[in-house]
């Protein structure tokens, strides 16, 4: 566990209960203190891996992009390129048991990993729900098969354009026609295996093409269950000023939901406090010799969660300069994606 002042920016205080915030007559309503629910006090509802670092493209909008960091040259990209075997099972053993979510994501592009797809059939035999992000330039027939005959619960496609002169730019190095052949063969796959795997295309709302947002979702939904519009985000490196919308979901002041929902583990095993952490800059352990189930429920995890009810960013450097906590949400998020998507599917069925 890493110590206390390289995680606070100053010295932790006594401890305090959640803040108890209420509303008074004729006045707006205030964001309210936030606590574990049932489901999620002894393990996070979603478990987030970072597959894998090699990526076979060059989004302009990626943090990890060269041109936009030099992340996949810090050593523990080096060393660990790829999640290993012993680090992906003890994830996956442990999310399993509590039938939490496993998302499948990654500094790079999941499918380079070669063991990718084994990770994921390996997870739903242990019972994890697996949500599987990637770019679509590597989903084979093959691999779309198994994911589906495993009973993937839900497959994100990042597509980003509806034509291929925008998604050479936006999606540097794929080809748009590949792309979109993998995409509506998976689909196809899908409806004719008649599973439950909820299939969605995203696109980030950033200048590129936000006067065509409304084209591209136009363009996709008729091929998938759901289109979701994502905020561009800066991961403490993109430029703000590169989002197409920069209007905020939460009240700059709010709680963050993620610190009550998800945990960011690294491709070397290394628990991170937020999913925004992609510079590494907190350890809460690794899973090789301590549990998820123990960092999530242990005393720094708690404190941060207070600071985060108390509203005292100032106590928690990550936290306090962080710019895309605005565009998280309590409602619009990952958990509500998947209800969309279902409901979605089901009535394709119906119909």
């Not at 100053?10 to 401890?15: S, V």
């Not at 006045?27 to 076979?56: D, G, H, Q, R």
């Not at 002169?165 to 409806?191: H, W």
């Amino acid at each position: 566990m890493m110590s206390q002042e390289n995680l606070y920016k100053i010295e932790r205080g006594a401890e305090k209960q959640p803040v108890e915030l209420s509303t008074a007559q004729g006045t707006a309503a205030k964001e309210p203190a936030y606590s574990l629910t049932e489901e999620t006090k002894l393990f996070p509802k979603m478990v987030v891996i970072n597959t894998c670092y090699p990526c076979n493209a060059f989004c302009p909008h990626c943090p990890y992009t060269p041109t936009n960091s030099k992340i996949r040259m810090e050593a523990r990209a080096r060393e660990f390129p790829y999640m290993p075997w012993d680090v992906f099972k003890a994830i996956a053993d442990e999310v399993g048991k509590h039938k939490a979510i496993l998302r499948f994501s990654g500094a790079g592009e999941p499918l380079v990993h070669k063991q990718c797809v084994d990770y994921i059939e390996y997870a739903k035999s242990v019972g994890c729900q697996v949500g599987l992000i990637n770019n679509g330039s590597l989903m084979t027939e093959e691999r779309a098969r198994r994911m589906l005959e495993a009973k993937v619960e839900m497959i994100e496609f990042s597509v980003d354009a509806a034509d291929p002169e925008t998604y050479d730019i936006v999606r540097k190095g794929l080809k748009f026609e590949k792309t979109l052949a993998n995409i509506k063969k998976t689909v196809e796959l899908r409806n004719s295996l008649k599973t439950n795997t909820r299939i969605i295309a995203s696109v980030v709302d950033q200048k590129l093409v936000h006067h065509m947002i409304d084209d591209i979702v136009a363009f996709w939904k008729p091929i998938v269950d759901v289109v979701q519009v994502r905020k561009y985000l800066t991961w403490d490196i993109n430029d703000l000023n590169n989002s197409g919308d920069v209007t905020p979901y939460l009240d700059p002041e709010a709680a963050c939901p993620f610190p009550f929902d998800r945990l960011l583990i690294d491709s070397n095993g290394d628990m991170r406090f937020c999913v925004y952490d992609i510079k590494a800059r907190t350890n809460w352990g690794n899973v090789l010799k301590e549990t998820i189930s123990s960092v999530w429920t242990g005393p720094d995890f708690d404190q941060l969660r207070r600071f985060h009810n108390d509203r005292e960013f100032n106590r928690m450097e990550i936290c306090e300069k962080c710019l895309d906590r605005q565009f998280r949400s309590w409602d619009y998020n990952y958990f509500l994606l998947r209800e969309k998507a279902q409901q979605a599917l089901q009535e394709k069925i119906a119909n």
